[in-house]
T-cell receptor
């Protein structure tokens, strides 16, 4: 299985809602990532987990809360979002976490709209 | 901080012609580079990579050239096909990044293949 899956595919939420995005991979990868991608822009790194521990937080507002329950799953909890948070949220995974560089495999993304 | 950019935001080519997509990077410590292809509604897909100790790498119908002197990267696609229509991103990684995780994406080039 060489796939990263993300659910839901689309999400519409109000500014007072709480929702979660889910990501799963079964490639045995030990690093997992959340990216945010606005229309016609490149992906921007948000969070990195290495061996289920948060290793990089790119100064993301606290209304985004990541969680890595196990080595195959990555969640992104959303609360009190703003309309400008509407974007495509991409999950990725890679084999290694240190001592080298590793290709990142991306999921299809969740298209989030905040009303 | 480092940044990765592209010279052209859009590129239109005739089917069957060769395509060349360019990328400039500014971080002289970058030592690993990836080209990704992103089709509409999908996550980025790995095309080809190259390390800084190489200046050329070939794949199936694709070639990546690296010129470290001028910090320039290019992706050549031979015999461009309609299925090659997508946005192409280059991404680089700082060799000092011990985690091997933090890639910086360029702004992207949209390739349109004309019939």
């Amino acid at each position: 299985d060489t796939e990263v899956t993300q659910t839901p595919k689309h999400l519409v939420m109000g500014m007072t809602n709480k929702k979660s995005l889910k990501c799963e991979q079964h490639m045995g990868h030990r690093a997992m990532y959340w990216y945010k991608q606005k229309a016609k822009k490149p992906p921007e790194l948000m969070f990195v987990y290495s061996y289920e521990k948060l290793s990089i937080n790119e100064s993301v507002p606290s209304r985004f809360s990541p969680e890595c329950p196990n080595s195959s799953l990555l969640n992104l909890h959303l609360h009190a979002l703003q309309p400008e948070d509407s974007a495509l949220y991409l999950c990725a995974s890679s084999q290694g976490t240190s001592g080298g560089v590793y290709e990142q495999f991306f999921g299809p993304g969740t298209r989030l709209t905040v009303l | 901080g480092e940044s990765v950019g592209l010279h052209l935001p859009t590129l239109s080519v005739q089917e069957g012609d060769n395509s060349i997509i360019n990328c400039a990077y500014s971080n002289s410590a970058s030592d690993y580079f990836i080209w990704y292809k992103q089709e509409s509604g999908k996550g980025p897909q790995f095309i080809i990579d190259i390390r800084s100790n190489m200046d050329k790498r070939q794949g199936q119908r694709v070639t990546v050239l690296l010129n470290k002197t001028v910090k320039h990267l290019s992706l050549q696609i031979a015999a461009t096909q309609p299925g090659d229509s997508a946005v192409y991103f280059c991404a680089d990684q700082d060799g000092r990044d011990n985690y091997g995780q933090n890639f910086v994406f360029g702004p992207g080039t949209r390739l349109s293949v004309l019939p």
